[in-house]
């Protein structure tokens, strides 16, 4: 997939020695909504787990990204063995970044020995609506005045 750049054009007024019409052109990054699951191996300790967030945080931000939401669902067990282990520590984060960092970011992933998977879904605006609402309470009181 291209890297979604915009290009905007500017007009500058006509300039008096050459007469001619003068654009500039602009080049802006497009901040994707991302979504990174990640199953860790079981055997981090607390210090370790939250040592790989901090540092995939701090990749997100340099790459040019802030992180939006962080969510740390701990220790579960797996649907079917992964690396001979049945359970691991899951982490979900939701965040932005231009569409050129993705690449960096599951390069990444794919070489830390502390994963075990990893899964980076975009947001389209709905989904980003969706979050937004699931983190600030607006389901809980949406059941409440229904009831």
């Known amino acids: 997939m291209p890297p979604q750049i915009c290009y905007w054009q500017i007009f500058q007024p006509r300039l008096k020695s050459t007469g001619t019409n003068q654009f500039l052109t602009k080049k802006i990054q497009v901040m994707n909504n991302y979504e990174l699951m990640v199953i860790f191996t079981p055997v981090l300790s607390e210090e370790d787990f939250k040592t790989s967030q901090k540092k995939y945080q701090d990749l997100i931000a340099e790459l040019g990204g802030s992180t939006v939401h962080t969510n740390p669902w701990g220790l579960k067990s797996l649907a079917y063995p992964i690396q001979k282990k049945t359970t ?50 607006g389901f809980a009181k949406l059941d409440k005045t229904e009831a």
């Not at 231009?98 to 994963?115: F, N, T, Y």
């Open 88 to 137: 691991g520590i899951y982490w979900v984060l939701e965040f932005t970044l231009p569409a050129e960092g993705i690449e960096k970011l599951k390069i990444q992933l794919l070489r830390d020995e502390q994963v075990m998977r990893h899964m980076v879904t975009r947001l389209d605006k709905y989904a980003v609506e969706y979050n937004y609402t699931k983190r600030n309470g």
